[in-house]
Every structure is written in C-alpha cells, then in structure tokens.
C-alpha cells in the first residue's frame, strides 16, 4: 500500500536501510541541481556516520556534499539560508540528541518564515537524524524526541519504517517546500530489508500505511516498532485474534482519517512507540482517538512505551527499555 512513484519506476530490488537512503539522495542530486547535502563526514571515505553518503561526494562533487565542522547550529543555520535562497539542502544532524543545540533555528526560524513572510518564503529543507535504542550509544546519543518536533508547528516530522518508505518519503521531503525532519531509527540501519523501487519513487507525505488489515484492534506505530507489531500480530491470528497495524508514516502532518476510521471499526486501539511514555506522541494519538470516538470504544487506548527514564547503556537494560513483543502483545489481549 505504498504511494506510487511520481516517475517510471524499474523492476524493485531487494535493499537495506542504508542503500534505499543512499538511493534517494542519489536521485534527488541526480535531477535538481538545486539539492544539495551537508553535513558531518559525510564526504569520503566514510560517507558520514553510517555510511548513508557513501559514494555520493565523488559522483556528484564536493560543492553538492558538502562536510560542514562539528557544529549544528553551523550546519541548521547554513541549511535555513540555503533554503530561503533558492536551494533544496538536505542537512544530517548525525544523532536526534543534538538537534537540541540548533532548536531555536529549526523551531523559530525555518519552522515559522513561510508563516510569518504569509507564504512568500517557503523554506525547503529536509534534516535527516538518526536515532533509537539498541545500538548501545548511551543515554545521550538514543533520545526519540519526535513528540518535541511535532509540537512545533510549522515543521513536518517523518518516520519511516521500511526501505521502500525510506526511500520514497525522503525524496518527497526533500521535494517539499516546507521544512521537513527525517527521523531515522538506527536499529533499523543494518537490520532492515525489503523490495524498494528504482528511479524516481516518492511516498505521499501525510498518508498513513495500513501495514496489516485486521478486525479486532488497531495497533497505531511507527519506525522501528512497525516490525514488532507486525510479528506480534500473526503470532495473535494464530490464536484467533485480528490485529491490524497502521504504520503512521508521517506524524506531522498526521493521517487521522485513517487512523480514526480503523478504530471505528475496531473499536479498540493500542499506540507503541519507543519514545518514553510522559508527553509521548502517543498522548497525542490516544486523546484523539478518545476525542472522536469516545462512544464507540469498547475498551480504553493503551500505550506501549519506554519507561520514563534517560536510555541505559547496559545492554540487558537496554532491552528492557524498548518497548518488547511480549508487552506489546499484553496490551493487545488487554483490550479485548
């Protein structure tokens, strides 16, 4: 049920995280001279961080990726400029954590001049992060602080959770004339696999994916967890439960006639996110969904979330933190 390419699409190959990523950009360097790239070594021979550059400097030249110093609050207020003149850059703020340091530019300047200059200024920025607990990178380098993003209005927050999304919602970011953030989990990097189309294949902004149809609840998720909930799900077909799981996709803008219509029709509806749980986005979705259909439920939303705690680093806590099969599937036999 992905969003069709916006142009001729090749035969889909079978890639990771990181080729459908390295893919996209390729593409959108490939036919908009005004993309561009920056960021931390992300030139050769690493291809930054985790390799998602890799190859891209030496085929496209160094002026189109473009390392930038150990700053973010160099690399966001460079992009912002790019942007408002005429450019498409796409920034990598290597890890989620430290979008913090250049949040005033992302939240009061790109987030707020296309409102502000009343639609004269659109700013075309796409920012790529990466993010997510398993990788045992420490409690500062792990954060989802997607509910942060999606509080700030005028900024559009994606989270994808298969190659072929990745792929495709990347271009339309990068695509789009408002200011994107592009949240990567980073368990999903080298573990992730899946068909993904070749060429020009972009994935609608704004429209959730109903990665499994079911009757009895709705599972609403997103990023890494989609993975999770799918397994658990045919674990519970197996047991004469019907799940069905709705990959958001995009959170900001937020698809609520999907998710509204599965819950009214199955009238109950678990949220699994690996943010912690205090003004999670999930707050969001189950005040929504009670907001709505409050007569209809047979059962109230519950939430499936990391602890309220920073990330550990021991990596038996580390699993214990990330919101696991087994508790995803208590709260789905909770409901019924």
Known sequence: MTGAG???????????????????LDVALSIDPTVFALGEDIQEPGGGGFGVHKGLGVKHGAHRVRMTPISEQAIMGAAIGA????????????????????????????????YMSGGRTPVPLTVRTATGAGGGFGAQHSDMLEAQLVHAAGLKVVVPSNPADAKGLLL?????DDPCVFVEMTGLYFAARGPVPAGDHRVPLGRANIA?????????????????????????AGEGVSVEVIDLRTLAPLDTETLLSSVARTRRAVVVHEAVRRNGFGAELSATIHAELFGQL??????????????????????AYIPSRPRIAAAIQSTL
């Open 6 to 24: 916006t142009a001729t699409q090749q035969k889909a190959r079978t890639l990771g995280m990181v080729q459908a990523l390295n893919e996209a």
């Open 83 to 114: 942007a408002i003149s005429g450019l498409r850059p796409v920034a990598e703020i290597m890890l989620m954590n430290f979008v913090h340091v250049c949040m005033d530019q992302l939240v009061n300047h790109a987030a707020k001049l296309r």
């Open 172 to 176: 339309s970011c990068i695509f789009d």
């Open 212 to 236: 499994r149809a079911g009757d009895d609840v709705t599972v609403v998720t997103y990023g890494r967890q989609v993975t999770d909930c799918l397994a658990v799900a045919e674990q519970l």
């Open 298 to 319: 047979a059962a109230p939303v519950v939430r499936v979330t990391a602890p309220d705690t920073p990330v550990p680093y021991a990596k038996s806590l580390e699993e």
